[in-house]
């Protein structure tokens, strides 16, 4: 996989004429460090349900209206090539923080509904961070730093080119902070359908090179991307085994198993 990883990135490069060196993809972690709550992937409806609930309760804080069209789990939540992540407290089991990422293995990106992706981006492997919701409390800022390292982790073990995201201002400052590209003309904003038409910026992110980049600029989370194992962020998922059962295609939901 990360062979099949690089060749992708080198041979995206080369296309748009940047020269990036080969690099091996691994995990070689300096050191360990515990976490006071979990990052997982759901795989039950009780974990949706937390998640739903927490996704709902943070959107409402900033984006009321389209708030009230998340109260229940989305298609998109149980698609193949899509997972949920939660995250709990150890404490006493509450939930903190969640995130969806959905990858173009088997349809297109819920960002692909409002605009068409440039030619560098079309032949790869993208998965695209959605709902992201944290719960109040001086955690938060924590909990949204593991939630996206758990999104990086997954691009590394599936095999991604390319992490995307659709972010409205002012939040798209965090991921100019993370080193994320305009995917369009620099500071474009684009009215995204699957967030209630909310004029977003949509960024990219070149996963193969996230350490030389980091490393070069001396980012200062360097060290809990890269070189610290967080046991308690656990991404390890079987794409072929989707949670709930539906396969997205490009122009229709094609059922396979029950839904709650």
């Given at each position: 996989m990360i062979a099949q990883q690089n060749a992708a990135v080198l041979n995206d490069a080369a296309v748009r004429g940047f020269a990036i060196e080969p690099q091996a993809?691994?995990?070689?972690y300096k050191t360990t460090e515990r976490?006071?709550?979990?990052?997982k992937i759901v795989t039950n409806d009780e974990d949706l349900w937390k998640a739903v609930r927490l996704r709902q309760s943070a959107y409402a804080r900033h984006v009321p209206e389209f708030a009230r069209q998340l109260e229940e789990p989305e298609v998109?939540?149980?698609?193949?090539?899509?997972?949920?992540?939660?995250?709990?407290?150890?404490?006493?089991?509450?939930?903190?923080?969640?995130?969806?990422?959905?990858?173009?293995?088997?349809?297109?990106?819920?960002?692909?509904?409002?605009?068409?992706?440039?030619?560098?981006?079309?032949?790869?492997?993208?998965?695209?961070?959605?709902?992201?919701?944290?719960?109040?409390?001086?955690?938060g800022r924590v909990v949204t730093t593991a939630l996206f390292k758990a999104y990086y982790l997954y691009c590394l073990d599936q095999g991604i080119d390319w992490m995307v995201i659709t972010a409205r201002k002012p939040l798209d400052r965090?991921?100019?902070?993370?080193?994320?590209?305009?995917?369009?003309?620099?500071?474009?904003?684009?009215p995204m359908h699957h967030v209630g038409d909310i004029p977003h910026r949509v960024m990219a992110f070149d996963v193969a090179a996230a350490r030389r980049r980091w490393t070069?600029?001396?980012?200062?989370?360097?060290?809990?991307?890269?070189?610290?194992h967080h046991a308690d962020i656990d991404?390890?998922?079987?794409?072929?085994?989707?949670?709930?059962?539906?396969?997205?295609?490009a122009n229709r939901f094609e059922e396979l198993g029950s839904r709650a």
């Open positions: 993809i691994t995990h070689s976490l006071p709550f979990r990052v998109a939540d149980r698609e193949a090539g899509s997972v949920v992540l939660l995250a709990e407290s150890k404490l006493d089991g509450s939930s903190l923080g969640t995130m969806r990422i959905q990858t173009n293995r088997y349809g297109p990106l819920e960002l692909e509904e409002s605009v068409e992706l440039p030619a560098w981006l079309q032949d790869c492997s993208l998965a695209e961070a959605t709902r992201l919701g944290v719960g109040e409390g001086s955690i965090q991921y100019d902070m993370l080193m994320f590209q305009d995917v369009f003309e620099a500071g474009s904003l684009f070069e600029s001396k980012h200062p989370l360097l060290g809990f991307m890269c070189d610290i991404v390890q998922h079987d794409d072929f085994a989707p949670f709930g059962g539906t396969i997205r295609t």
